[in-house]
């Protein structure tokens, strides 16, 4: 496995690959790799020739107070994990390397409608931020697939529009969320938590499972939107949102919308935790 840190070195090692006709996989990541990121690597490797990891805390998706001076930087670790899952090649650039006139003024890919309300609402320009790094890791990767947790579904909506709009000839692959024996989907945010916090977080996805029951009985979609916000509270948390959305383009979902997302980002103490569960709403 190479790690790179060079945009010419990355082409010069992709060149012979795309002239081999080989199928490249692209698992973009900020590092910090826990099972949730091996799920994605895992996929790529069964379905490709060539799997690239690329390692980059990228500034411009993280608002002002957010966490990016914090957000741990774990190279070496991330290397060994990334080795023992078949990773052939690792991007690991700087941020001069990605943004060498700096980001004040760079060219952004903003995806609208999707990008907008759930975690746009807390967290302005984020995926302005998250598209323009992807499509700029499209642009230098140029792979035939690319790979992303379904944990951040607003995120993966976003991506996958945004490579519809911009015609780029690239399957996307939503892996689903891996999630701790108690239930919590793995983040690398979890980290945060303290371990009274840790015992608690579980709650997040206990109540969207009760929500997600009571959207498939009887309830009415206000009440068991409203119930659930009741319980985070009551667990503790503060929570951002808890909505119910059209499962395909994140859309308000309408009288005759069967295939539903159940999205929820919440704090517990200073650490913002998001999931998701699809609901099939009864007829
Ligand atoms: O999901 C993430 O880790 C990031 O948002 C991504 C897709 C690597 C872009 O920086």
């Given at each position: 496995?190479?790690?790179?840190?060079?945009?010419?070195?990355?082409r010069?090692?992709?060149?012979?690959?795309?002239?081999?006709?080989?199928?490249?996989?692209?698992?973009?990541?900020?590092?910090?790799?826990?099972?949730?990121?091996?799920?994605?690597?895992?996929?790529?490797?069964?379905?490709?020739d060539?799997?690239?990891?690329?390692?980059?805390?990228?500034?411009?998706?993280?608002?002002?107070?957010?966490?990016?001076?914090?957000?741990?930087?774990?190279?070496?670790?991330?290397?060994?994990?990334?080795?023992?899952?078949?990773?052939?090649?690792?991007?690991?650039p700087?941020?001069?390397?990605?943004?060498?006139?700096?980001?004040?003024?760079?060219?952004?890919?903003?995806?609208?409608?999707?990008?907008?309300?759930l975690?746009?609402?807390?967290?302005?320009g984020?995926?302005?931020?998250?598209?323009?790094?992807?499509?700029?890791?499209?642009?230098?990767?140029?792979?035939?697939?690319?790979?992303?947790?379904?944990?951040?579904y607003?995120?993966?909506?976003?991506?996958?529009?945004?490579?519809?709009?911009?015609?780029?000839?690239?399957?996307?692959?939503?892996?689903?969320?891996?999630?701790?024996?108690?239930?919590?989907?793995?983040?690398?945010?979890?980290?945060?938590?303290?371990?009274?916090?840790?015992?608690?977080?579980?709650?997040?996805?206990?109540?969207?499972?009760?929500?997600?029951?009571?959207?498939?009985?009887?309830?009415?979609?206000?009440?068991?939107?409203?119930?659930g916000?009741?319980?985070?509270?009551?667990?503790?948390f503060?929570?951002?949102?808890?909505?119910?959305?059209?499962?395909?383009?994140?859309?308000?979902?309408?009288?005759?919308?069967?295939?539903?997302?159940?999205?929820?980002?919440?704090?517990?103490?200073?650490?913002?935790?998001?999931?998701?569960?699809?609901?099939?709403?009864?007829?």
């Amino acid at each position: 496995m190479l790690t790179l840190h060079d945009i010419a070195e990355l082409r010069a090692h992709l060149t012979p690959y795309r002239r081999d006709g080989q199928r490249i996989a692209l698992v973009p990541t900020m590092g910090n790799l826990h099972a949730g990121h091996l799920a994605l690597i895992d996929a790529a490797r069964r379905d490709a020739d060539v799997v690239v990891a690329t390692i980059f805390v990228n500034p411009l998706q993280f608002g002002e107070g957010e966490d990016f001076e914090r957000y741990p930087r774990t190279l070496d670790t991330d290397t060994q994990a990334l080795a023992s899952h078949g990773c052939d090649i690792i991007f690991a650039p700087s941020a001069d390397t990605l943004y060498p006139q700096g980001h004040a003024h760079l060219t952004q890919v903003s995806v609208p409608q999707v990008s907008e309300g759930l975690c746009s609402a807390n967290r302005p320009g984020h995926f302005t931020g998250v598209a323009t790094v992807v499509s700029l890791l499209f642009h230098l990767v140029q792979p035939d697939i690319a790979y992303f947790g379904r944990k951040d579904y607003q995120q993966l909506t976003v991506i996958r529009k945004m490579v519809a709009d911009l015609h780029f000839p690239i399957d996307i692959v939503g892996v689903p969320t891996q999630r701790a024996e108690d239930g919590l989907a793995l983040s690398s945010r979890n980290g945060y938590l303290s371990a009274t916090e840790r015992q608690r977080a579980p709650a997040l996805y206990r109540i969207l499972c009760q929500v997600r029951d009571a959207l498939q009985s009887d309830t009415t979609p206000a009440s068991a939107l409203r119930e659930g916000l009741a319980s985070l509270a009551a667990e503790g948390f503060k929570p951002d949102y808890l909505e119910l959305r059209r499962a395909q383009d994140m859309g308000p979902v309408a009288v005759d919308t069967r295939e539903t997302i159940l999205l929820a980002a919440a704090h517990l103490g200073t650490t913002r935790l998001i999931d998701n569960l699809p609901v099939s709403l009864p007829h």
